[in-house]
């Protein structure tokens, strides 16, 4: 089965502050896509990053980063120097491969971060 | 380019009453497609997804169902609402096929529906 859990439910910081998204997932499947998704409060999904299976390369953009341990099972999102722009619910996912999945995406449960000034 | 239409935005019905949402998709053809919906816990449930014109999976027990009239269309239906239908609706397409490009998907703006 496919899981993936974002255990922190809500993150507060102060503006300025760096904080780190934590995301586990669980699969079978040896070449899979994870996916981070910003939703703010419109309600509207923005992608933020697709990361392949095979490409452990961490990567970084603008005050994002996103690092990527195939060895936890573990793909986490930092941002650096938050801003009140940045408060919003974020969503990692999951997507298999296997074309008799339909390709479905299966979302962690979210975490609300909430960056004061 | 390719778009997304989902409608409507928001919708109040109360317990009982039928539901129809409606998402079309522009721009591709054989998508795949999907109905998502987030309860007010904020997570995001796949309810249903479709590979093709009539092929519905259902990933859930429920008061709903789908349906996928046209290649580029997707309706979701409920004969008798619930409250516990309640929640943010969302469809989405993907491409199906290989290489990174394929690996997308695209969203709808949501439909806020409150069964009261």
């Known amino acids: 089965a496919q899981k993936v859990t974002q255990a922190q439910t809500e993150i507060s910081v102060v503006e300025k502050e760096d904080v780190t998204l934590d995301c586990v997932y669980e699969?079978?499947?040896?070449?899979?896509?994870l996916f981070w998704y910003k939703q703010p409060p419109s309600g509207e999904l923005v992608f933020l990053i697709r990361?392949?299976?095979?490409?452990?390369q961490n990567e970084i953009s603008g005050r994002y980063s996103w690092n990527f341990q195939k060895s936890t099972s573990s793909f986490n999102f930092t941002i650096t120097a938050s801003q009140v722009v940045d408060s919003a619910v974020y969503f990692c996912?999951?997507?298999?491969?296997?074309?008799?999945?339909?390709?479905?995406?299966?979302f962690g449960q979210g975490t609300e971060l909430s960056v004061k000034p | 380019s390719q778009t997304i239409h989902q409608w409507p935005a928001t919708l109040v019905q109360p317990v009982g009453s039928p539901l129809s949402l409606e998402c079309t998709v522009e721009?591709?053809?054989?998508?795949?497609l999907y109905w998502y919906r987030q309860a007010a816990g904020r997570g995001l449930q796949l309810l249903f997804y479709?590979?093709?014109?009539?092929?519905i999976s259902s990933e859930v027990p429920q008061n709903l169902s789908a349906s996928r009239p046209q290649d580029r269309q997707f309706i979701l239906s409920s004969k008798k609402l619930l409250l516990s239908d309640s929640g943010f609706y969302l469809c989405?397409?993907?491409?199906?096929?290989?290489?990174?490009?394929?690996?997308?998907?695209?969203f709808g703006s949501g439909t806020r529906l409150t069964v009261v």
């Open positions: 479709s590979v093709g014109i009539g092929q």
């Open positions: 721009g591709t053809s054989n998508p795949n």
């Open positions: 989405a397409w993907s491409a199906k096929g290989t290489g990174d490009l394929n690996y997308g998907y695209t």
């Open positions: 699969t079978r499947d040896t070449t899979y896509y």
């Open positions: 996912a999951l997507r298999a491969i296997l074309y008799n999945q339909g390709g479905k995406l299966i």
């Open positions: 990361r392949n299976s095979f490409d452990e």
